[in-house]
């Protein structure tokens, strides 16, 4: 079975490994991933996690800056006469031209239970919610994003401290073996694939600056903390304190409940806790954060080298 792989996040790469231990009938001709960028302060060009994973496993690597009208890229596409092309985490949308390519079609690997959280951030839309349950589903390709005709679900529990990373390790304990089963039983015509219901679709944009801003004043603690585990990780949830960005990397709610403190007030207790007052007037803990262009440290040693922190209102 001929293979090309649509992929760019460091989750894509792990999947990748497992599709070639267990993949006995595959052969994997092609990955494609979106062009190296730069990162961090010094703008250094980083290879994406499936590019260099693919490099050390002998597999071909392409990165188009686009795909629409990229002419050279679909010729090439059909000279490897490819049985499906996969996508998982590529990040670009897919035009016609190459969804017409493989044999049996385009696949893609959605994080939800389509047509609910259709588009690009399901994994954060569940666990803002306070979803229990999340689930994995492939499907056909199409024109339009996230719409076409599902081959398989598969579900997965979600704990109340799950985060994204926690998720994403779960279906990777999953998701290789069902999308190997279900490529084979599309070449067997074993399975049938089932249109979605339009009426119950939902969805979810892709993930701007402002959705990992915290506003205490205005959010409760099981908001504040729910959008941590959403963008824990990547791209961490902040507030600003003296006018630079401040990642909340570590958090917790307490128990207990503050009426006579300020909304958003930070809080030093005298067994050296860090409190953040919501609207809700309960509490979040400070375990770990990290000041714009410095290093990750515990809020201890953050309140060491910044004593007008106290009392500082978020």
């Given at each position: ?18 599709v070639?231990?267990i ?11 979106q062009?190296?960028?730069p ?7 980083i290879?994406?996690?499936?590019k ?15 795909l ?9 596409l ?5 049985d ?46 306070w ?12 024109e ?5 005709d599902?081959?398989k ?12 990373s926690?998720i994403f390790?779960?279906f990777?304990?999953?998701?290789p ?7 084979n039983?599309?070449v ?13 679709s939902t969805y ?8 990992w ?7 409760t ?7 941590f ?9 902040y ?8 990642n909340?990397?570590?958090?917790s ?44 440290i515990?809020?201890?040693d953050?309140?060491?080298?910044n ?8």
């Open positions: 079975m001929k293979l090309a792989f649509f992929w760019t996040w460091e989750f894509s790469k792990n999947i990748l490994k497992w070639l231990d993949g006995k009938n595959i052969n994997i001709h092609l990955v494609v991933s062009p190296d960028k990162v961090g302060r010094d703008k250094n060009i290879e994406t996690p499936i260099k994973f693919s490099i050390d496993n002998n597999i071909e690597v392409l990165q188009p800056v686009k629409k009208n990229n002419e050279d890229f679909f010729e090439k059909k000279s490897l006469d490819l499906f092309i996969v996508v998982v985490a590529y990040g670009k949308i897919i035009p016609k031209e190459i969804l017409d390519i493989p044999k049996y079609g385009c696949i893609n690997i959605h994080w939800s239970i389509l047509p609910k959280y259709r588009w690009a951030s399901p994994i954060q839309e569940c666990l803002k919610n979803d229990k349950l999340t689930w994995l589903t492939i499907m056909y390709m199409s339009w994003m996230d719409e076409w599902i081959l679900i598969e579900e997965i529990d979600v704990d109340n401290v799950d985060k994204t926690d390790n779960k990777e304990k999953i998701g073996k069902i999308l190997l089963d279900t490529l039983w599309i067997d015509w074993k399975i049938k694939w089932i249109p979605q219901d339009d009426s119950k979810c944009k892709k993930i701007e600056k402002e959705d801003l915290v506003n205490f004043k205005n959010e603690s099981f908001e504040i903390y729910n959008k585990r959403a963008y824990y990780n990547w791209p961490w949830i507030t600003f304190f003296e006018w630079k960005k401040l909340l990397e570590e958090i709610i307490a128990d207990n409940t503050s009426e006579s403190r300020k909304t958003g007030q930070v809080i030093k207790l005298e067994n050296k806790q860090i409190w953040v007052i919501c609207a809700d007037n309960k509490i979040i803990l400070i375990e770990r954060l990290k000041l714009e262009w410095k290093k990750s515990s809020s201890i953050f309140i060491n080298g004593k007008s922190f106290i009392n500082t209102i978020l």
